[in-house]
């Protein structure tokens, strides 16, 4: 028989679940939910290790790219999906790619997720090469088309990182860095889209932040090159300015009206100094 990866074994505390009161049933939901988020603390320096890697390719002109199936995959297309609006990074530097295309973030197409070659013809139709990375996620380690992607990547001289559940996994194999919290099984076995999509959630949004802020893309902890596409970000563009070059409300919405809601150029332009004259 092969081996059993940790996610998909039994969890013992609930091996009674469809007979547990609904509050148990949710009270142990959330402690196995905080042991999972517990799990993320030994494997920070791998985190830290990955964050070096993907700062320096992206300052180098690099992509980075997260790629997976179900669960894993839209939490890598979640996260990508957020970089450009937050830190005004350009969306085709920082991508997600999930088995099965758009049609897999709102509905299961399970069986694209055995497709290794897919992974493979996604990548290199994007032209992958030596100065990009590929962040390969699954909770299992097992999945075909993260598999693929890092062997992809390996042959294009990407770099190669994975974001697994199981340290001992193909995946974890495969790649140079791994990002392996080990949450153990889940309340219902095998669904992965519990703590362990919960601890991928939370990987990525600490990789993708702390990368930003390597490549300065905050200052302090505001969103200084954050698009205004919205009413409420324009308000929030607005009150980042103020708070930053002192200026006052009319003319933050003038600056930045005059800086085509650009909002690192507005800052810019609020802290040049005035001309002296005389």
């Known amino acids: 028989m092969s081996r059993l990866a940790p996610t998909e074994g039994l969890l013992d505390a609930a091996r009674s679940l469809d007979r547990m009161p609904v509050a148990d049933v949710l009270g142990l939901i959330f402690e196995e939910d905080a042991r999972g988020h517990r799990a993320i603390q030994s494997i920070l320096p791998r985190l830290a290790e990955a964050v070096d890697v993907l700062a320096v390719g992206l300052a180098g002109g690099g992509r980075w790219f ?16 957020e970089v450009p609006p937050t830190f005004g990074w350009p969306r085709q530097r920082v991508e997600g790619i999930i088995a099965g295309g758009d049609r897999a973030l709102r509905e299961a197409v399970e069986s694209a997720e055995d497709d290794a070659l897919a992974a493979a013809a996604e990548l ?3 032209e992958l090469g030596p100065g990009d990375a590929v962040l390969a996620i699954s909770a299992s380690g097992q999945t075909p088309f993260a598999v693929g992607a890092l062997e992809a990547a390996y042959e294009a001289g990407a770099r190669r990182l994975a974001l697994t559940c199981d340290p001992h996994s193909a ?21 992965t889209r519990m703590k362990g999509g919960l601890v991928q959630k939370a990987c990525l949004h600490m990789l993708s932040t702390a990368v930003m802020v390597r490549l300065g893309r905050v200052e302090g902890n505001r969103m200084t090159h954050l698009a205004p596409a919205s009413a409420k970000l324009r308000r929030r563009a607005e009150r980042i300015l103020c708070e930053l070059s002192g200026v006052g409300e009319e003319e933050a919405r003038e600056l930045l009206r005059c800086s085509g809601g650009d909002l690192e150029r507005a800052l810019e332009k609020a802290r040049r100094p005035v001309p002296r004259h005389g």
Do not use: F, K, Q
């Open 171 to 191: 995946l974890a194999d495969a790649a140079e860095i791994v990002i392996a919290p080990e949450v153990g099984p889940e309340v219902i076995a095998g669904s």
């Open 66 to 81: 997260n790629v997976g199936a179900g669960t894993s995959g839209r939490m890598g297309v979640l996260d990508a999906s």
């Open 124 to 126: 290199r139709d994007r």
